[in-house]
């Protein structure tokens, strides 16, 4: 039997050098099979996974959202709170600029850009999260308080259902 190795990426060694407990989860990457495509090869609650989204308001600033990978944000409402006028998704080369990391392999952690996180707060109710390991194809399960300790996010309530 064959040791799977599993990618040693920026958001890996952040994990590691703060010290959290994470296991690795690799999987057949789909273009465009988001946490859907995620959640069904690995046998997940698509409720668990979390989708990593780069976005920027009407200044071009970047921002962070962790979502659920079953809901969708309501970029209207996010900008409310932010108090702009709109806030969309990033296009993907924007977004890999920003993040350091491939869109489908888009990790929180270590971003070459430091950038505001915001968080869908409903995910700390969650007893474990799948999050992005800064690599397509690769998924690391954490506790969800991980989130709050390491990028010190603004929580937000904007998921809607997609």
């Not at 296991?23 to 495509?37: H, N, W």
Request: proline share 6%; hydrophobic share 40%; with cysteine.
């Amino acid at each position: 039997m064959t040791k799977e190795k599993f990618p040693v990426t920026a958001a890996v060694r952040f994990l590691r050098q703060n010290k959290v407990e994470f296991q690795d989860y690799l999987y057949e990457y789909e273009d465009r099979g988001g946490t859907a495509g995620a959640a069904r090869e690995l046998g997940f609650d698509e409720h668990l996974m979390v989708k990593t989204l780069i976005m920027e308001d009407e200044h071009k600033a970047p921002l962070i959202i962790l979502m659920h990978g079953d809901l969708e944000v309501s970029t209207k409402e996010l900008a409310r709170i932010l108090g702009v006028k709109s806030i969309a998704p990033c296009a993907p080369e924007i977004a890999n600029k920003y993040s350091g990391y491939l869109v489908g392999g888009t990790s929180p952690f270590a971003t070459r850009r430091a950038m505001p996180v915001y968080l869908e707060e409903t995910l700390l109710e969650l007893p474990k999260i799948y999050i992005n390991g800064g690599k397509r194809g690769y998924l690391v399960a954490m506790n969800p308080s991980e989130l709050v300790r390491l990028l010190h996010p603004t929580m937000v309530k904007v998921g809607i259902p997609s």
